[in-house]
């Protein structure tokens, strides 16, 4: 059984930093797409950073610059969201996501975790 767990979330002032981490378990599928997708109140669910097995990166164009998406470099396993320069906007619940698919942004993915929220105050 695939579980996705993540943790790191908070409450920070705005230009403050939050990294973020999720760790895969039971994924035993060889080729992966993995990343994090964020929704605030009322609004739809948005893809905010994906990464690939061969290596593809996709970010949204709010986070570009600010937000870098990483793995583990011994265990693939362990996915990393560094968000730098938070801004009010990017108060939501985050979630990790992972699938043997390339989905880009798009919520198309099989395995989600619980989530974790992030606050970013004025």
């Known amino acids: 059984q695939v579980r996705l767990v993540e943790s790191g979330g908070g409450s920070v002032q705005a230009g403050g930093s939050l990294r973020l981490s999720c760790v895969v378990s039971?994924?035993?599928?060889?080729?992966?797409?993995m990343g994090w997708f964020r929704q605030a109140p009322g609004k739809e669910r948005e893809g905010v950073a994906v990464?690939?097995?061969?290596?593809?990166?996709?970010y949204a164009d709010s986070v570009k610059g600010r937000f870098t998406i990483s793995q583990d470099n011994a265990q693939k396993n362990t996915l990393y969201l560094q968000m730098n320069s938070l801004k009010p906007e990017d108060t939501a619940m985050y979630y990790c996501?992972?699938?043997?698919?390339?989905?880009?942004?798009?919520?198309?993915?099989?395995?989600w975790g619980q989530g974790t929220q992030v606050t970013v105050s004025s």
């Open positions: 990464i690939a097995d061969d290596g593809r990166i996709r």
């Open positions: 039971g994924y035993t599928y060889s080729s992966y797409c």
């Open positions: 996501v992972a699938d043997w698919a390339w989905n880009g942004l798009r919520p198309f993915y099989n395995y």
